[in-house]
């Protein structure tokens, strides 16, 4: 095995979170090593949606910059009941500074957070290199066992970090205890033209009886749609044929029948997300800390994932770069991923209980609760304190509370010379 790779951390997982923590990292002078076992950021309807304080953040942290002509900004909030709007937001009356979700594919931003990790000597990408095992002594995580490209290799770090998505490998490495929550739908994506009728900054949400569909617009003039299945309904789904598919989107949003008819003619051109919640009761142990879907898997409904996995990214950079610089290192990562967890906890678990919530409410089926679903849709948008309470929320906790506590990021460097990134 050839001699190991050093390194303050070692961040496996080249996703949102591990992406933009080892940005942040690097940036404050800390030596980053990321390990993302594919060669692309080729990422097909993964977390497209950027919440308004993630764009906020990705903002500060100069990233956005030259991705624009490649973002959509979604402007409004439409859900429908029955073929009946209940409920409407628009974002451009909430008084922030991003006050717009974006929708923003993950290739174009994970190559943007590359590149500006591969100006800074600090900050290193192993492409191709999986991570195979954890490095230990006694009770600590040391780092990690690979394979690249060349073979057999470590990595040796002081924090170790788990940022590899909701079927984490360095979760279920670590021993971590954790509970999946499988949810009683699974979703199926695909995109399609948008159709003339619809504007292209309206994100809807459409539902008949228990079944419901989202419709997102995205780059360049597409329609990103989802809708839900019974768990593991998909085979008996497409035994039915693509007629099947077809019928749906005739019920749930019959503007675009012309669009999937012609853009969708085969199961191929879908793909299907399993449905579930992951809660990780600690996120830490000697060594290791986990973040992003790793740590806290959510659900599709309003984008959060992606949200909060960079927002974990940013806390957690911001802790742990003065911990490495104490004597007693260890010990203070140690304490470092506790407060990270302290600090992040309450807003995970609003959201997930708010996405709960919902999920709860898109299964309904049944006059009597369809009609109090419709009540309760149509009394929060009659309310403006309370829609605008609900939205704040969910959009903009980050930048309400900067507000009162300024939310630090790495300085942007005036210059970005030299080179680290590696494509191994």
């Not at 949606?49 to 002509?69: A, K, N």
């Not at 590359?114 to 100006?119: F, P, S």
Request: proline content about 7%; charged content about 25%.
């Amino acid at each position: 095995m050839a001699a190991a790779v050093q390194a303050q951390v070692c961040v496996v997982g080249g996703g949102p979170a591990g992406l933009t923590l080892a940005l942040e990292l690097a940036r404050r002078s800390v030596s980053v090593v990321v390990v993302e076992q594919s060669s692309r950021f080729d990422r097909s309807f993964r977390g497209e949606s950027i919440s308004p304080d993630s764009v906020w953040l990705l903002e500060r942290m100069g990233v956005l910059q030259g991705l624009r002509d490649q973002t959509l900004e979604t402007r409004r909030l439409e859900i429908s009941d029955q073929g009946r709007t209940v409920l409407r937001a628009d974002f451009s009356q909430y008084r922030q500074p991003c006050p717009f979700p974006l929708e923003l594919p993950q290739p174009p931003l994970l190559e943007a957070l590359a590149a500006q990790g591969g100006t800074l000597p600090e900050f290193r990408l192993l492409r191709r290199t999986t991570a195979t095992a954890l490095r230990t002594e006694g009770t600590r995580v040391t780092g990690v066992r690979c394979k690249g490209p060349d073979g057999e290799f470590e990595v040796a770090a002081a924090l170790t970090v788990g940022a590899d998505g909701r079927f984490s490998k360095i979760r279920e490495m670590s021993g971590l205890t954790y509970r999946k929550q499988p949810l009683e739908r699974d979703f199926v994506w695909f995109k399609v033209p948008r159709p003339k009728v619809w504007d292209g900054h309206t994100y809807r949400v459409r539902i008949v009886g228990a079944r419901h569909g989202l419709f997102i617009p995205t780059v360049p003039d597409l329609v990103r749609v989802g809708f839900n299945i019974p768990k593991g309904g998909l085979k008996e789904l497409r035994a039915q044929g693509i007629g099947a598919l077809h019928a749906r989107m005739d019920e749930l949003a019959p503007e675009i029948s012309d669009q999937v008819r012609t853009a969708v003619t085969a199961w191929s051109h879908t793909s299907m997300l399993d449905i579930f919640t992951t809660v990780v009761p600690h996120w830490s142990r000697p060594g290791l800390v986990l973040v992003g879907d790793a740590a806290h898997t959510l659900t599709p409904v309003l984008g959060q994932g992606v949200n909060h996995a960079i927002t974990d990214a940013a806390v957690l950079a911001r802790l742990v770069a003065p911990a490495l610089r104490e004597r007693d290192t260890a010990a203070a990562v140690g304490r470092a991923t506790l407060h990270f967890q302290q600090e992040r906890d309450a807003s995970v678990a609003r959201a997930r209980a708010l996405q709960l919530r919902q999920e709860r409410a898109f299964a309904l089926s049944g006059p009597l609760p369809v009609l109090l679903r419709r009540a309760v849709y149509r009394l929060v948008d009659a309310s403006g304190p309370v829609k605008r309470r609900m939205l704040s929320g969910i959009y903009y906790p980050l930048q309400q509370e900067h507000r009162i506590r300024p939310f630090a990021v790495a300085p942007v460097p005036a210059t970005r010379a030299g080179a680290g990134a590696e494509a191994a």
